[in-house]
């Protein structure tokens, strides 16, 4: 007999519950309301939604829309998105993370004391990914991305450093980077750091670990979008070499059960639970065949 497990850890996190529990209640009112890109990284949780009335728009047709109800999502925007919006006569359901909100904050309140002089804002996060946009914008543009952390040799180690992350990026990574530049940094530059990785996404990790190495074959649930849903995958592989990464229950397929008796499924903060329960169903139904 085959033992299936959801984590019961995983799935959406605070903030994308609270997006789309608000794009829900909009809906049922029945009023039409637009998305500003993908409400979550999930393209089957965003069909669902898409049913229910849901339409997504990107930043170019928001410039030309007007008087009409459209969602922010978790991820946050830039200010010059607010302006538009605002200018658009745009009625705004700011699904914003908390989390992302204190964030920008800080970081506009770095850049704004830092104009005068040539500091460098440093935000470690994914190039062209929505919160990051968001973060960057806070700086008129002007922060400095790093993706990876081999990327912090590109800084000016004479010049004051100010460093940030994006909210779901690997604590170990940020850290890394932290040492790298507290190694190398001029005595004459000052540097400061600020934890914003979100614990919610933080504590999965050794919780994760924990969960691939006490099962013999692990499923893990993620949107091909998803950023979040690549750094806990990984984690998982690495304890567990018999991880996979799947975006959708049909691509679970029965020789990946052959000789397995303990099946474990977990996801990023953008897999719906209801994802997860089909591919557990789909296991079984594979198994009994």
Not at 60 to 86: C, D, M, S, W
Not at 130 to 148: D, M, P, R, S, W
Not at 199 to 206: G, T
Request: with cysteine; glycine share 6%.
């Amino acid at each position: 007999m085959i033992h299936v497990e959801i984590d019961e850890c995983s799935g959406f996190c605070f903030g994308v519950t609270r997006a789309i529990k608000l794009a829900e209640e909009e809906l049922a009112k029945g009023t039409t309301l637009y998305c500003l890109g993908d409400i979550v990284h999930n393209g089957l949780e965003c069909e669902r939604l898409e049913k229910l009335g849901l339409i997504t728009i990107n930043h170019e047709e928001l410039a030309k829309l007007h008087n009409a109800k459209v969602l922010f999502r978790a991820h946050g925007e830039p200010p010059e998105t607010y302006q538009i919006a605002k200018q658009n006569g745009i009625q705004l359901i700011d699904a914003t993370c908390p989390v992302v909100l204190q964030l920008q904050k800080r970081i506009k309140s770095e850049y704004d004391k830092s104009v005068p002089t040539d500091k460098q804002i440093v935000i470690y996060g994914k190039n062209g990914h929505a919160e990051v946009l968001g973060l960057v914008g806070q700086t008129q543009g002007k922060a400095i991305v790093l993706e990876h952390p081999e990327e912090v040799t590109q800084l000016n180690f004479n010049k004051d450093i100010r460093l940030y992350s994006q909210t779901t990026k690997s604590l170990e990574d940020y850290w890394e980077i932290i040492r790298y530049i507290e190694k190398h940094i001029s005595p004459n530059a000052t540097f400061e750091y600020h934890d914003t990785i979100c614990r919610q996404v933080a504590n999965r990790m050794p919780h994760l670990q924990k969960f691939a190495k006490e099962h013999e074959l692990i499923i893990f649930v993620s949107g091909k979008k998803s950023s979040n849903g690549r750094i806990l995958f990984e984690e998982c592989h690495k304890v567990n070499p018999n991880t996979y990464l799947i975006s959708e229950p049909e691509e679970i397929y029965s020789e990946l059960l052959d000789g397995v008796q303990t099946v474990g499924i977990c996801g990023a903060t953008s897999t719906p639970t209801w994802l997860m329960e089909n591919c557990k169903r789909r296991i079984l139904e594979l198994y009994h065949q």
